[in-house]
T-cell receptor, first 115, second 114 residues
Framework: GAVVSQHPSWVICKSGTSVKIECRSL??????MFWYRQFPKQSLMLMAT?????????EQGVEKDKFLINHASLTLSTLTVTSAHPEDSSFYIC???????????FGPGTRLTVL | QQQVKQSPQSLIVQKGGISIINCAYE??????FPWYQQFPGKGPALLIA?????SEKKEGRFTISFNKSAKQFSLHIMDSQPGDSATYFC?????????????FGTGTRLKVLA
């Protein structure tokens, strides 16, 4: 199957700082990528749809100024958590649908801990 | 109408047994139903997927059964192994929307006893 990578795999930061998470499709191009958030023992919650060359589409209740998304190329989307606070601590996962297919391939996730 | 209801929340099965996880949906526009397996601290990995034009799909020990009229689909894991212990998520999407957005079930934590 197609490969999606994320970097970093885990990050610890101080409250008030910003953290950038990268999502890359390694062997295919992705005009669309998705960002999810997952709390322990819970399902994946879709935060936003990242669109190459245009603005991201955020789900209801997700602060777009808090979670900045940039999809600068066909293989890279970034999620920046701005002015992070302890309540932003979570597992962030990206995914990308293989071009022309319904299947989404997920990255390995990024564990964010805000102190 | 956009929800996908998944049950059970947790499941314990003996090694060699059959694990069965069920999902139900309301939106008849859904036309793609994947199942994902997730280990702790990892991203979900695609197991198997089905479209409404078939009632069953089998890949190795994993089988999806699909009942279009009942709007239900289930995952069967045959000869369950301790290595299958993970959380399983069903999902549904509408290909015609062109967005490929998934609606996920709430997940089932499977534990297979050795």
């Amino acid at each position: 199957g197609a490969v999606v990578s994320q970097h970093p795999s885990w990050v610890i930061c101080k409250s008030g700082t910003s953290v950038k998470i990268e999502c890359r499709s390694l062997d295919f191009q992705a005009t669309t990528m998705f960002w999810y958030r997952q709390f322990p023992k819970q399902s994946l919650m879709l935060m936003a749809t990242s669109n190459e060359g245009s603005k991201a589409t955020y789900e209801q209740g997700v602060e777009k100024d808090k979670f900045l998304i940039n999809h600068a190329s066909l293989t890279l989307s970034t999620l920046t958590v701005t002015s992070a606070h302890p309540e932003d601590s979570s597992f962030y996962i990206c995914s990308a649908p293989h071009w022309g297919a319904d299947t989404q391939y997920f990255g390995p996730g990024t564990r964010l801990t805000v102190l | 109408q956009q929800q996908v209801k998944q049950s059970p929340q947790s499941l314990i099965v003996q090694k060699g047994g059959i694990s069965i996880i069920n999902c139900a949906y309301e939106n008849t526009a859904f036309d793609y139903f994947p199942w994902y397996q997730q280990f702790p601290g990892k991203g979900p990995a695609l197991l198997i997927a089905i479209r409404p034009d078939v009632s069953e799909k089998k890949e190795g020990r994993f089988t999806i059964s699909f009942n279009k009229s009942a709007k239900q689909f289930s995952l069967h894991i045959m000869d369950s192994q301790p290595g299958d212990s993970a959380t399983y998520f069903c999902a549904a999407s509408t290909s015609t929307s062109g967005t490929y957005k998934y609606i996920f079930g709430t997940g089932t934590r499977l534990k297979v006893l050795a």
